[in-house]
């Protein structure tokens, strides 16, 4: 059976309604693997400033190493980074938070992303 004219017009129709689904679909996985990705990288940088508190009881190292950590991110200012307590005691946890937001790709917006390291101080 050979197609007719009527029938290439409903494909034409039915990809016509199906394409936007699909784009949108494809739009979300790749910011969600953006998300994830920047996810796993706050994750780690907060891992090493904690490290970093946890062994030298100074915070700009703590700062420092986590700045460097999420350098694939960009610059993190200061105000991103949440260490607590101040001074890091033998026995005690001290807790490193990073705080970015991933920026929109003007389809599905922002997502504020936190990592989170804590750690026992003095090794």
Excluded: H, W
């Excluded at 936007?20 to 400033?49: C, K, M, S, W, Y």
């Excluded at 420092?64 to 993190?76: I, K, P």
């Excluded at 033998?90 to 504020?112: D, I, M």
Aim: proline share 6%; with cysteine; charged share 15%.
């Amino acid at each position: 059976m050979r197609p007719t004219e009527r029938d290439r017009g409903a494909a034409a129709v039915e990809m016509a309604l199906v394409l936007p689904v699909l784009v949108t679909i494809l739009l979300g996985i790749i910011d969600f693997g953006r998300a994830f990705n920047a996810q796993q990288v706050l994750t780690f940088a907060a891992r090493e400033g904690v490290r970093a508190m946890a062994l030298e009881n100074s915070q700009a190292t703590a700062r420092e190493a986590s700045r460097e950590a999420a350098s694939t991110l960009g610059t993190l200012p200061d105000s991103s980074m949440a260490i607590s307590p101040a001074a890091c005691t033998p026995g005690t946890r001290v807790s490193v938070t990073v705080s970015y937001t991933l920026p929109s790709t003007g389809f599905f917006g922002q997502f504020p992303l936190q990592g989170k390291g804590v750690m026992l101080c003095g090794g």
